[in-house]
């Protein structure tokens, strides 16, 4: 009987052990050429181009025969060139909502679904604004601005998504920069301009003069 019940607190033990646990991890796999951006339960994240990164989540205990563990998290992820999207809205969006388990390991992929412009201030000027528009060959578009607020200062960065071009569907796209008071870069007119295919992005610098 003693050896009995020596054996039952061992067992019991070993079940404590290995019957008990939480904490999953999320890998993020960009297949984008560009930074990825993300936050889950307050950890914010970048993953840097055709590269794969590991984030520890914690989550609920699992408890054996009682508990499975299961934890709803807010997961936000945006691309440079790419963005989530709903299917069943047809719309993108910033964040999903994911189901984790204790113990185990989710794998997200990240495919690039958009072209994008990139601002970079490496100047003293407060950039307050970008202009682009979008144009078919002797058919100019209609101008759009973004403003930024607050503006980007000096060594701030802003990135816009924008719709790829095709080999079916050529267009090519004029931006400009504007400070304060005037416009300190431009590219393009409506009879040329950049073209941008699927993950490509147009990087603009800002210098000082």
């Known amino acids: 009987m003693y050896k009995i019940k020596i054996l039952l607190v061992i067992l019991v033990a070993l079940i404590g052990l290995i019957a008990c646990e939480d904490g999953a991890s999320i890998k993020v796999h960009n297949q984008t050429s560009h930074n990825v951006y993300g936050e ?4 914010e994240f970048t993953v840097a181009g055709a590269t794969t990164k590991k984030i520890n989540v914690d989550t609920n205990r699992k408890v054996f025969l009682f508990e499975d563990g299961k934890t709803s ?6 691309g440079e060139t790419y963005r989530i999207w709903d299917e069943f809205y047809g719309v993108p969006q910033s964040e999903t909502d994911i189901k984790l388990y204790p113990g185990k390991s989710y794998d997200v992929f990240c495919s690039p679904n958009s072209a994008s412009v990139k601002v970079v201030n ?16 002797f058919s100019p578009g209609q101008w759009f601005n973004i403003t930024y607020d607050p503006p980007l200062e000096k060594g701030d960065f802003a990135y816009y998504h924008l719709a790829p071009q095709t080999e079916e569907n050529r267009f090519f796209y004029n931006f400009s920069v504007e400070n304060q008071d005037e416009v300190i870069y431009s590219i393009g007119n409506e009879f040329d301009g950049v073209e941008l295919f699927m993950d490509e992005q147009h990087l603009i610098i800002i210098e000082e003069e």
């Open 122 to 137: 490496n100047s003293e000027y407060s950039i307050y604004k970008l202009n682009y528009r979008k144009n078919e060959l």
């Open 40 to 43: 889950v339960d307050g950890i």
């Open 73 to 78: 998290k807010t997961l936000s992820l945006v």
